[in-house]
């Protein structure tokens, strides 16, 4: 007998076998998908584009609507739930046959999880630990690691976890005790030649190893120029999720990280959220995340790795640094403590001396809307806002800008914000803590007059207190 022939005759037999020798299994009952009331958080309509069958609209609230007689109760739209507002629904005959079923078996038939739930929960319990890779250039710690431990710390205790920092780079090791000080319980540190310069297969192969090694369930970086193609690309190798340039970090019940960041071109804030893979990787901006307070003395454990990439084997070589210090525009907008910035109101690019002007007597610099920096105005480095730089001065004098959504992510969490502007409706007035209503032609001379006559004032008073 041929081969193939042998099989389909094994085949008939077994199928013969089943139908005499058992009795027909009752069905388990697959029930439909079913909203709860008050629970739809209006995600972006996620069960809507998980179902197979097309069985799930949405409404103008953004809540879905069930097309129960095609529901298959496969239950994706529930697994992908991030709110819990869906359940599954038995009508009483076939909560009895699940009941019967559960008595059967001697548990809880409808609360079974299938074979890829299993392995999916083993997975995610198998990566513990939040980790903030240090970013530093000969030796100097770039201030957002430090922001984002404090996050990490907060996310760490949420998931009771310890915070690790992530230290590579040459001669390093002082970093570990920085670390422990900005509040990681662990510094894992890779130190070694290969690492002297950033570059992305040293860095990325170090990282990439060490997440095997180690497997954290989340990992941070800062939105820098490094850190948003350190995180891309492990991101790509280690096949999991990443959410760049978040403005708010939380942990929810299910140990997932949940990444939120304006979306939609600034119009909506999207919470993001990587319930299927590890590690859960988010970047953040510098000066989104509060800076904690440094505990001097405060001591870890270091782990010290040996993985080493052969330097042979890495293609870019670097044969210089050139640093851009000496460049024309050294202002850094990010770090100022005060900021004068000025958009379309100013007209032109002549009437920025105005603003620095102020800037000047306040001892800031001078910002700007994206409009002026469009209009060729002021360099693109001075830009505040989503696609600028995000900022936390002292002071945030807004000067002829709007208040678009997209400049208000980037300067909202001033400490002080005084807002010019001639429109008493310009929403930049709903976030301003004093908001000037005025030509600033006019209002901005005033200002610089009175301050320049406040330090008039001071210093004759010091003067005369000193004699
Ligand atoms: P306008 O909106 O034109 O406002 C000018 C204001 O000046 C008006 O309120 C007016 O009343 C006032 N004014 C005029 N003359 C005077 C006067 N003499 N005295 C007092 N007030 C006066 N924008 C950013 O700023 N940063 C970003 O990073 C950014 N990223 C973006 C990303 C995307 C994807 C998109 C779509 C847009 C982005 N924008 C960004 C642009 C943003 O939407 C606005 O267009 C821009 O912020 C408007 O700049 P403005 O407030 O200077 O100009």
């Known amino acids: 007998m041929l081969p193939w022939l042998k099989v389909s005759a094994t085949l008939k037999i077994k199928r013969y076998i089943n139908m005499s020798d058992t009795k027909p299994k009752t069905k388990k009952p697959r029930g439909v998908a079913s909203l709860r009331a008050g629970k739809c958080i209006a995600c972006g309509a996620r069960c809507q584009s998980s179902c197979p069958v097309n069985c799930i609209e949405m409404s103008d609230a953004g809540e879905p609507i069930i097309e129960s007689a095609q529901c298959i109760g496969c239950q994706k739209c529930i697994k992908v739930c991030p709110a819990a507002a869906l359940e599954m629904y038995f009508t009483a005959e076939e909560q009895k046959i699940l009941a019967e079923l559960a008595h059967a078996s001697g548990g809880s038939v409808a609360e079974e999880l299938d074979e890829e739930g299993l392995r999916l929960q083993q997975m995610l319990a ?5 980790w903030v890779v240090i970013e530093q250039f000969e030796g100097v710690v770039a201030k957002v690691s430090w922001e984002l431990l404090g996050t990490g710390a907060d996310l760490a205790a949420a998931l009771e976890v310890p915070l690790s920092a992530v230290i590579i780079g040459h001669n390093v090791g002082h970093l570990c005790h920085e670390a422990f000080e900005h509040g990681a319980d662990k510094a894992v540190l890779l130190d070694g030649p290969v690492y002297t310069h950033y570059r992305t ?24 120029a490094q850190g948003r193609d350190l995180a891309g690309a492990v991101a790509t190798v280690v096949k999991t999720g990443l959410t760049a340039d978040c403005t708010g970090l ?15 071109g600034g119009n909506i804030m999207a919470t993001i959220m990587c319930d ?15 800076m904690p307070e440094r505990m001097p003395g405060r001591a870890g454990e270091i782990i010290r790795e040996a993985f080493a990439p052969l330097e042979d084997a890495i293609l870019v070589k670097v044969l210089d640094v050139i640093s851009d210090r000496d460049g024309k525009d050294q202002v850094d907008v990010a770090a100022a403590e005060i900021i004068v910035s000025g958009g379309r109101g100013l007209m032109n690019k002549e009437n920025f001396a105005l603003l620095q002007e102020l800037a000047d007597e306040l001892g800031g610099v001078v910002g700007a809307s994206r409009s002026a920096v ?16 995000t900022v936390r ?23 002080t914000i005084i807002a010019i502007n001639r429109d008493p409706e310009a929403p930049i007035f709903q976030i301003a803590t004093y908001g000037v209503v005025g030509d600033l032609f006019q209002v901005v001379p005033a200002l610089i007059d009175k301050v320049r006559a406040l330090k008039r004032h001071n210093s004759s008073g010091s003067a005369r207190s000193a004699a």
């Open 201 to 224: 297969q040293s860095y990325t192969e170090a990282i990439c190893h060490l997440i095997e090694k180690h497997r954290p369930e989340v990992i941070l970086m800062g939105a820098t």
């Open 126 to 130: 198998s990566y513990r630990g939040v």
């Open 374 to 389: 469009d209009a060729g105005w002021i360099s693109h480095s001075r830009q505040v806002g989503q696609t600028g730089k």
């Open 250 to 264: 939380g942990i929810d019940g299910k140990r997932n990280l949940m990444q939120t960041r304006p979306a939609f």
């Open 393 to 415: 001065p002292k002071i945030y004098i807004a000067c002829g800008i709007s208040g678009a959504i997209q400049h208000m992510v980037g300067m909202q969490d001033s400490d």
């Open 276 to 290: 299927k893979f590890r590690p859960q990787m988010a970047t953040v901006r510098p000066h989104v995340m509060h």
